[in-house]
């Protein structure tokens, strides 16, 4: 059947990049977990990761919080708005939108950064050389960067959470008037630390897919410049798919049913 | 292990990627302290051999021995003891972007014999001057060189480790008539200090004719011709004449058109 063919081979590409993927990435934990260690890579990455993705995921996370607080008090201005205000802005921000947009931030920032300088060290044939020289870059390279991430992005998602609800609690109190010790007790209460927890269980999972995106289109970059700027788009692209697939898996995982 | 066991021993090597036969079954011998060089055109594979015997690349077919030793398929500890005979010369250097000068040359005493940075500091500055450059170099960054200091760093660190085996992509391409010799005769003075095996490859005949004591000619995935240096300029062989005399016409257009 001529109909068939392409299908099958699109179906068999699909299942030799899988497993390319998957080779990599055990790979890559396998190295994040014996010895040698570079310690003065990992901090680096963290910093790089952590620190310097603040005012991006700061920025973000405060404008969710603000355009929830107003989009929920002109859909429950009727009902008990104070409340659900609150309840709607702290639950939305922990459970979903913190992690995802941190997430989703990072893949733009780190994702594409690490696809670009793996991408160039691969076309310059600087991956050839670490390991000419007895360095293994899956250790040098691509394990410090799984650390990093999955290390950062749970930090960075508990920083989120406390300025995106610092942002739902401006609009509250300062355009809807509510009362601030009211609504802060409110946010307080509709808490629970499954919420928190989902949260930076995602956080840690979206890390390790960014991170893993981005080594793994620079690692396998070829070509030119043009081969790198592939790399890097393929990073982010791909780093943001997963993100939402597995976004939704692990919600399922935690409150489904 | 007999005195006559040569250093490197090819035979039957073949690599290909997808349908492109690159390597076709090629042999080549080269005894220990030898300088080989081989020539052949861009394109012929002549990077992918140097690849394939340092195991950057792993060959489809054949044998490659090192010292007598069959290296084809090694991995892990086994494959990093074999590294460390190794010394490569890259064609665009492959330089560590992110490490400044001395870092690089140093890079293989720190990372894989584990010496401390303030020791390994002095024997790069010791290698450095071996290759012409001076201490204040070690400070700068490899964006801030010249083409001919960026090979003489790499150059630098190629010897650095004291290997036993040296290999050289392209070492003078890109670099002025001038700057050649220079890095030519760097080449041979740091191949004869350490009383290294050498293999260049390159496409100048110039080049070939000083590195070399013995030449060999790629084509068609094989070599096709192999001599002393005098030998060279009486070769009876069509490919070799047309190809150190630089002609248009001859055998290797009509057979690559
Ligand atoms: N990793 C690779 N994947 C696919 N093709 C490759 C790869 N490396 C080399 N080739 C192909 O093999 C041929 C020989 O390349 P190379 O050894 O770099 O040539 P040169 O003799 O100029 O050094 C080229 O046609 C190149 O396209
Ligand atoms: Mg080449």
Sequence with gaps: ?257 | MSATTPKIALRDLKKRFGDKRVLTGLDLVVAPGESIVVIGGSGTGKSVLIKCIMGLLQPDEGSIRIDGEEVVGMRGSEREKVMRKFGMLFQSAGLFDSLTVWENVAFGLIQAQGMARDEAKAVAHEKMAQVGLGEEVGALSPAELSGGMKKRVGLARAIATDPEIIFFDEPTTGLDPIMGDIINDLIIDCVKELGATALTITHDMASARKIGDRIAMLFGGEIIWDGTVDEVDRADNPYVEQFINGLAEGPIQAATA
């Design chain 1, 1 to 257: 059947m001529p109909v068939l063919a392409p299908i099958g081979r699109v179906f068999l590409a699909f299942l030799a990049a899988t497993g390319r993927l998957g080779t990599f990435a055990m790979t890559g934990v396998s190295h994040c977990a014996r010895p040698p260690f570079f310690p003065r890579l990992i901090g680096h990455q963290m910093v790089e990761i952590g620190y310097f993705s603040l005012p991006v995921v700061g920025m973000t996370a405060i404008f969710t919080g603000m355009v929830l607080a107003l989009q929920s008090y002109t859909g429950f201005a009727r009902f008990n708005a104070e409340s659900a205000i609150a309840a709607v802005v702290v639950l939305s921000i922990t459970r979903e939108l913190g992690p995802v947009l941190a997430g989703l931030m990072v893949a733009g920032r780190i994702g594409a950064a690490m696809a670009a300088e793996i991408g160039t060290m691969r076309v310059t044939e600087q991956i050839d050389a670490l390991t000419t020289l007895s360095t293994n870059p899956f250790k040098y390279l691509v394990a410090p960067r799984l650390i990093a991430a999955v290390a950062m992005l749970p930090c960075l998602v508990v920083f989120a959470d406390i300025i995106g609800v610092f942002g739902g609690y401006l609009i509250s109190v300062y355009k809807l008037g509510f009362n601030p010790n009211t609504y802060l007790k409110l946010t307080w209460d509709f808490l629970e630390p499954l919420d928190v927890i989902s949260g930076l269980v995602k956080a840690a999972v979206f890390g390790f897919l960014v991170a893993l995106m981005g080594c793994y289109h620079g690692y396998h970059s070829k070509g030119g410049a043009q081969g790198v700027g592939l790399a890097t788009t393929n990073a982010v692209v791909s780093a943001s798919i997963l993100i939402l697939a597995f976004n939704y898996i692990i919600t399922a995982l935690f409150f489904g049913t």
